[in-house]
């Protein structure tokens, strides 16, 4: 659970009432007020007068999302407050805090799954329209590149997939990973503050602790068309590393252990969203050429260092020297040439 800090009743003017449509559902209305609000309380004469209904209303309606999972304060003289969020994925508050990020799109939430790039694929298989979102508490073979597995320990982190449909030309999404990449760790450092949190080419999202989050993206192709894209991303956000074999604990990281503190895994879910969805868009209207190699520098966790770079049976040596406008790596040998790597493996030389 994200604990709140407790707070005196703050007035709920607009703008944050007028955000929210008294027309909608009245207990997505009403956690909706409950968030724009939090920490502080809402008074349940204000969600009355909104929803045109009594007071006992408004109370039934805080007692539903009760036993929906959500932990709600009540004082007689302020109102109600959330006063905590769960770490287990909660579908109205995660809608409720897509709502309040300005972007949405459709979400299936399941406690677990064999992997949330899988149950999109299958989705998507099944004639459903991209983009959506699948969210779980817990992966059974949640997977990472080249048949490695991705550990998935039950709540408290980040396991999502969004799907699409694009049906356009490969080029456009040559840089989709690396894209997102930027967009996922500008949004986490300003989020969190952790202003450690940097790319690692290709798909990695580290701090100098350890590999915080790692991403995933397969699609299928046709003609040199991409038909169907599915954007994973797993992000260890509170779940204890020592819930991790020791192995992995030893190379991995998350936020609560960056930060020192929890947060609140439904407002990261649906940011998380928004600048997958936001990114996506983005690259399809041909935006991000111009900004990838400059936004990829500032973010670069490998610029100028030693790397071993492996794929297949060859190694290399070199320093690495950021990408290039296609999303390669650009590599420095020591004959001075460099080199630029499409696909491979990065590590760090000792
Ligand atoms: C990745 O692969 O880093 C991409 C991982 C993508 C996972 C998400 S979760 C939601 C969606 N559904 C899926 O089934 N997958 C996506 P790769 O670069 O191959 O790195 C895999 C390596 O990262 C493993 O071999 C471990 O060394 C390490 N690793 C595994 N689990 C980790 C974790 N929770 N935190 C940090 N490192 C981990």
Same mark, same amino acid.
Request: contains cysteine; aromatic residues 6%; proline residues 3%.
């Given at each position: 659970?994200?604990?709140?800090?407790?707070?005196?009743?703050?007035?709920?003017?607009?703008?944050?009432?007028?955000?929210?449509?008294?027309?909608?559902?009245?207990?997505?209305?009403?956690?909706?007020?409950?968030?724009?609000?939090?920490?502080?309380?809402?008074?349940?004469?204000?969600?009355?007068?909104?929803?045109?209904?009594?007071?006992?209303?408004?109370?039934?309606?805080?007692?539903?999302?009760?036993?929906?999972?959500?932990?709600?304060?009540?004082?007689?003289?302020?109102?109600?407050?959330?006063?905590?969020?769960?770490?287990?994925?909660?579908?109205?508050?995660?809608?409720?805090?897509?709502?309040?990020?300005?972007?949405?799109?459709?979400?299936?939430?399941?406690?677990?799954?064999?992997?949330?790039?899988?149950?999109?694929?299958?989705?998507?298989?099944?004639?459903?329209?991209?983009?959506?979102?699948?969210?779980?508490?817990?992966?059974?073979?949640?997977?990472?590149?080249?048949?490695?597995?991705?550990?998935?320990?039950?709540?408290?982190?980040?396991?999502?997939?969004?799907?699409?449909?694009?049906?356009?030309?490969?080029?456009?999404?040559?840089?989709?990973?690396?894209?997102?990449?930027?967009?996922?760790?500008?949004?986490?450092?300003?989020?969190?503050?952790?202003?450690?949190?940097?790319?690692?080419?290709?798909?990695?999202? =580290?701090?100098?602790? +350890? #590999?915080?989050?790692?991403?995933? &993206?397969?699609?299928? @192709? /046709?003609?040199?068309?991409?038909?169907? $894209?599915?954007?994973?991303?797993?992000?260890?956000?509170?779940?204890?590393?020592?819930?991790?074999?020791?192995?992995?604990?030893?190379?991995?990281?998350?936020?609560?252990?960056?930060?020192?503190?929890?947060?609140?895994?439904?407002?990261?879910?649906?940011?998380?969203?928004?600048?997958?969805?936001?990114?996506?868009?983005?690259?399809?209207?041909?935006?991000?050429?111009?900004?990838?190699?400059?936004?990829?520098?500032?973010?670069?966790?490998?610029?100028?260092?030693?790397? =071993?770079?492996?794929? +297949? #049976?060859?190694?290399?040596?070199? &320093?690495?020297?950021? @990408? /290039?406008?296609?999303?390669?790596?650009? $590599?420095?040998?020591?004959?001075?040439?460099?080199?630029?790597?499409?696909?491979?493996?990065?590590?760090?030389?000792?």
């Amino acid at each position: 659970m994200s604990k709140y800090p407790s707070g005196k009743r703050k007035s709920i003017k607009s703008p944050v009432a007028k955000r929210v449509k008294a027309s909608e559902n009245p207990s997505s209305y009403v956690l909706r007020m409950l968030l724009a609000s939090s920490p502080y309380y809402v008074s349940g004469s204000l969600l009355a007068q909104k929803l045109k209904m009594s007071r006992v209303g408004v109370w039934s309606r805080i007692n539903k999302l009760r036993r929906q999972g959500l932990s709600i304060d009540a004082s007689q003289n302020r109102g109600y407050r959330l006063a905590a969020e769960p770490d287990l994925l909660n579908q109205p508050l995660l809608e409720a805090w897509m709502r309040e990020s300005g972007k949405t799109c459709k979400v299936f939430v399941h406690d677990e799954v064999d992997s949330t790039n899988s149950f999109a694929e299958r989705l998507l298989a099944n004639g459903e329209k991209g983009p959506f979102a699948v969210l779980a508490n817990s992966q059974k073979e949640g997977r990472g590149r080249l048949g490695r597995s991705w550990h998935s320990p039950r709540g408290g982190n980040l396991y999502l997939s969004v799907g699409f449909m694009p049906n356009v030309d490969i080029l456009k999404l040559r840089s989709f990973t690396l894209w997102q990449g930027i967009q996922i760790a500008t949004l986490l450092r300003s989020l969190t503050g952790i202003e450690g949190i940097s790319v690692k080419w290709p798909n990695d999202l =580290v701090h100098d602790k +350890g #590999k915080v989050g790692g991403m995933l &993206t397969e699609a299928s @192709i /046709d003609c040199e068309r991409v038909r169907s $894209l599915v954007f994973g991303i797993g992000l260890n956000v509170n779940c204890p590393l020592k819930r991790f074999p020791s192995s992995l604990a030893k190379i991995s990281t998350s936020l609560e252990d960056l930060k020192g503190e929890s947060f609140r895994i439904h407002e990261i879910a649906a940011k998380v969203i928004k600048a997958t969805l936001t990114g996506y868009a983005a690259c399809l209207k041909g935006e991000t050429e111009k900004n990838l190699v400059g936004k990829w520098n500032e973010l670069d966790a490998l610029a100028d260092r030693r790397v =071993v770079v492996s794929g +297949g #049976k060859k190694k290399m040596v070199g &320093t690495a020297r950021g @990408i /290039d406008s296609s999303g390669a790596l650009q $590599l420095k040998l020591k004959n001075g040439r460099t080199k630029a790597i499409q696909a491979g493996e990065v590590t760090l030389k000792e």
